[in-house]
């Protein structure tokens, strides 16, 4: 048997925004889909039988996590915030309860988030280490890919996958099981399973992987260098494979969903109408404002409910910091001119800005909120988070008090790039004021 583990997350603050492990849950159904015997042990999820305790979850999938409180990682207690840290995720006596199920893996594949919650993967792989003393463990996932040097050192008892991961594997797992699956033949040709989830009220669904666009601040290109599309027929089957089980709530992981609308967006809404099925969708990565009109907002409704999270980033023009620009003032007004206009319960819009940029005032992210809320719309701002690789992360690099190549001192939490004019204090006034 070989188990996939998503680990706990230690940070001040975490939230389950319909979260899923696709990665991991994509390596795990390509093992199983070649006839091995997995299992999938989420040490976040809140749906298990087994768990003593439950997480406040909201009818349609997203909630707080199960967490308890613990120390400070030694690196984070001099810094000045006034919030506790903890452990996000099912304690680990429910953990144990969860592993007995399965019979002793052969191989321990480890999948990471973000690069600031290592110190949870390490808490893992110690809990696994403790579990099964003799079995090999892997180390996957965002956090390796982007700070691999950290990980080989952090993490010198277990072996870190390289960025061709699927050819690795296959390696690791002939010389544990003695049979070597077969690669993938695209990035599209593994079918999800979901039945690893017991009671899983949402199904993900992933037009495309990548971003046509290169934005300074992102991860997107250093995660998945080339933007390519699914085939239509293959979204259909697994929208229709959860929709058939009475899943109503669906989630697009797309960073550019709007991108491919008119090749895949629309046939599929089209679709979903002429089948008579209606349904629930949520888009917590963003939506592109300039791509959004009247035609792909009628065949949504057409298609069921809607959540929309917009990606806006900043209103104002900024020289000493200037971004790659999807959306401009003229695009915004446009957008809840259309909402309004289409009656559009505008409860169920949010706009992401983003705050805590190095060299950004205050005033630029509170002039971005006013005009948000001028329109009748809800500005949701998103401390800003520095990420090895990206263009940006220079300029962060010289406009911190942290050192940025450690990664704990990456945590958007702690405003890393909080100078004179916008401090870790400013950016909870700005959330206040966004919120009244």
Known sequence: MILC?????????????WAKPLGLIEIASWLKQNGFDVAVADLLYQHYPELSQKASVKMTGRGNYLRREIPRPELLKHVSIPRKFYQYGMSKEDASALLSRYPRPRLILLTSMMTYWYSGLRATVDFLKKTYPEVPVIGGGIYTRLCRNHALRVFDDIEIAPQETYSFLRER?????????LIPSGPFSIS???????????????????????????AGPLLEPRYIESRLEKIKLEFEYGYKKGIKDFVFYDDALLFSKERLLHPFLKWIEQQGM??????????HVALF??????LMRAAGEWEFRFGVET????????????TDWHDLQQLAA???????????????????????????????????KGLGLRPIPNEYSPIPGTPLFNNAVKSSVYDLQEPLFQNKSIVPC???EQTWRDVQELKELARS
């Not at 209103?315 to 999807?326: G, M, S, T």
């Open 192 to 218: 999800p399973d979901y039945t690893y989830y017991p009671s899983l009220p949402y199904i993900p669904l992933r037009f495309t992987r990548g971003c046509p666009y290169r934005c300074r601040y992102c």
């Open 173 to 181: 797992v002939r010389e544990s099981t003695g049979h070597a699956p």
């Open 5 to 17: 583990v998503n680990p706990w997350i230690d940070d001040f603050t975490a939230y389950d925004l």
């Open 315 to 326: 209103l104002i023009k900024n020289q000493r910091q200037p971004l790659d620009v999807k």
């Open 338 to 372: 259309l909402l309004l206009k289409e009656e559009f319960n505008l409860e169920h819009v949010r706009i992401y800005l983003l705050a805590g940029l190095p060299g950004q005032p205050r005033m630029e992210v509170e002039e971005s909120i006013k005009m948000v």
């Open 418 to 420: 909080s100078w004179e």
């Open 293 to 298: 009109d009247e035609k792909t907002l009628a």
């Open 278 to 287: 209606k349904a629930r969708f949520h888009t917590p990565n963003g939506l």
